[in-house]
C-alpha cells in the first residue's frame, strides 16, 4: 500500500505546518493556557477556515477539496508537534468523517460547510463510564421520525468547546446501534468540564431525552468510524512524539551543566 502524499496532499500538509507552527510558539501557547477560557484558539481556528486547511478534507459536493484520510493523517501530525490548541482531530476526524461517510444529504449540507467556514466544531462522545465503546449504553428512543437520547459519556474531547457531538448510541426499538449528532446548545444537553493532566478542554456529556439526527445505523457503522478515530488519533501522536524529540535534541546542544 502506497502511502506517498501526491502534490495536493503534500501542498495541504505543508500549508497545514506553517500556519499552525506560526501560531504555536511557546510564548502564544503559555499565554493561551494561563488564560481564563478552555485551550482553544480561535484566531488560529479562523485562520484554519480560511487558508482552506479545514476545508480540505470536507466533501466536494459540500464546498470542499475532499482529500482523504492519508492527507488528514498528515495535517494532524503537524498538529501534534506543534501542540496546536485547535480541536483539529475532533472536528476532522471524529466529527467529518462519519458525518462525510453516513448522514444523509440534507444533515451533510447542513453540518460541513459549516465546519469549512471554521463555524462550527466537531467531536463525537465514544466513553462511557466502565462502558465499550462499540456497545453504548446512551439509549435513542424513535419519536416518530426523529430520535431523543438519554446517558452519557465521558471524556468527549473538545466537548467544552463544541458545538455538535457525534454520539454512539443503542436503538431502543430494534436493539440495533447507531450514531447520532447532537447539538450541544439544544434542551436536554448539559456538559460538565473534565479536569485532565492535558489541560485541554474535556467534558461529561449528559443527555436527558435530548434530540438527536441519525448519522448512521449499524455496528459496522460503529466499527467504521471508531477504526478512523484510532487511526487520526495515532498520526497526532506520532507528530506529538516528533516535537517532543525535536525539544530535547535542541536541549541537549544548548544546555551547560557548569558555567
Keep these: 500500500m502506497d502511502f506517498t502524499l501526491d502534490e495536493s496532499e503534500q501542498a495541504i500538509a505543508d500549508l497545514a505546518q506553517q500556519v499552525l507552527a506560526d501560531a504555536s510558539s511557546h510564548e502564544q501557547l503559555r499565554a493561551l493556557e494561563h488564560g481564563s477560557g478552555a485551550r482553544f484558539d480561535q484566531k488560529l481556528w479562523a ?3 480560511e487558508t482552506g486547511i479545514l476545508g480540505a478534507f470536507v466533501p466536494a459536493a ?3 477539496a475532499g482529500l482523504g484520510l492519508v492527507a488528514m493523517a498528515a495535517t494532524l501530525e503537524a498538529a501534534g508537534r506543534c501542540a496546536a ?3 483539529l482531530w ?3 476526524a471524529l466529527g467529518v468523517l462519519p458525518v462525510a461517510e453516513f448522514a444523509a444529504a440534507d444533515l451533510a449540507a447542513e453540518i460541513l460547510p459549516a465546519v469549512a467556514a471554521g463555524d462550527m466544531v466537531l467531536t463525537a462522545g465514544w466513553h462511557e463510564d ?3 465503546c462499540l456497545a453504548p449504553t446512551v439509549i435513542a428512543t424513535r419519536v416518530g421520525d426523529d430520535y431523543r437520547l438519554t446517558g452519557t459519556k465521558i471524556c468527549v ?9 457525534v454520539v454512539p448510541a443503542a436503538l431502543e426499538d430494534t436493539g440495533s446501534v447507531g450514531l447520532f449528532l447532537v447539538r450541544t446548545e439544544r434542551s436536554g444537553v448539559a456538559r460538565e468540564p473534565l479536569t485532565t493532566t492535558l489541560g485541554d478542554p474535556q467534558a461529561a456529556l449528559l443527555l436527558a431525552d435530548a434530540p438527536a439526527d441519525l448519522v448512521g445505523e449499524g455496528r459496522e457503522c460503529l466499527e467504521w468510524a471508531y477504526q ?7 498520526s ?5 512524539c516528533a516535537g517532543d524529540l525535536e525539544l530535547i535534541a535542541s536541549y541537549t546542544k544548548e544546555r551547560k551543566q557548569f558555567d
Excluded at 474531547?157 to 457531538?165: K, R, S
Excluded at 497526532?236 to 506529538?240: H, N, Q, R, T, Y
Aim: charged fraction near 10%; proline fraction near 6%; hydrophobic fraction near 55%.
Design 47 to 49: 485562520t484554519l477556515a
Design 62 to 64: 459540500h464546498g470542499g
Design 85 to 87: 490548541a485547535v480541536p
Design 90 to 92: 475532533e472536528t476532522l
Design 130 to 132: 466502565q462502558g465499550d
Design 157 to 165: 474531547p473538545a466537548g467544552m468547546v463544541a458545538d455538535a457531538v
Design 228 to 234: 478512523r478515530a484510532v487511526a487520526a488519533q495515532c
Design 236 to 240: 497526532l501522536a506520532a507528530g506529538v
